[in-house]
């Protein structure tokens, strides 16, 4: 069965940093393109970043322009795990932040529709 758990999320003063990861089980998460998103309560689901799967050779790596400069994505194959280094944090960071991967589009970061989810961390920036 395959899936993906997010964890490391929590509550953080603006200007401070959290690490989100996005382990998976099931299956070889180098394989594929992981996508991060997050949701705010009342907003649509958003993408924030991706990275193409191990398979491509190119380390490929995407970002909204929100979280451009902030953000940092990477994988940790030995660990079956993708991680979110956020920093600089700001209150319109507050969401649910989700992992997720697509059967169909695996390489890279192009995928619009995608068949496992993780079951979201919260990452609250308030002062």
């Known amino acids: 069965q395959f899936q993906l758990v997010e964890s490391g999320g929590g509550l953080v003063q603006p200007g401070g940093s959290l690490r989100l990861s996005c382990a998976a089980s099931g299956f070889m998460l180098n394989l594929y393109a992981v996508h991060w998103f997050r949701q705010a309560p009342g907003s649509e689901r958003e993408g924030v970043s991706c990275?193409?799967?191990?398979?491509?050779?190119?380390?490929?790596?995407t970002y909204a322009d929100a979280v451009k400069g902030r953000f940092t994505i990477s994988r940790d194959s030995d660990k079956n795990t993708v991680y979110l280094q956020m920093n600089s944090l700001k209150a319109e960071d507050t969401a649910v932040y989700y992992c997720?991967?697509?059967?169909?589009?695996?390489?890279?970061?192009?995928?619009?529709?995608?068949?496992?989810w993780g079951q979201g961390t919260q990452v609250t920036v308030s002062s």
């Open positions: 990275i193409s799967s191990s398979m491509t050779g190119d380390g490929n790596t």
């Open positions: 997720a991967v697509s059967y169909a589009i695996r390489y890279q970061c192009e995928a619009r529709e995608f068949d496992v």
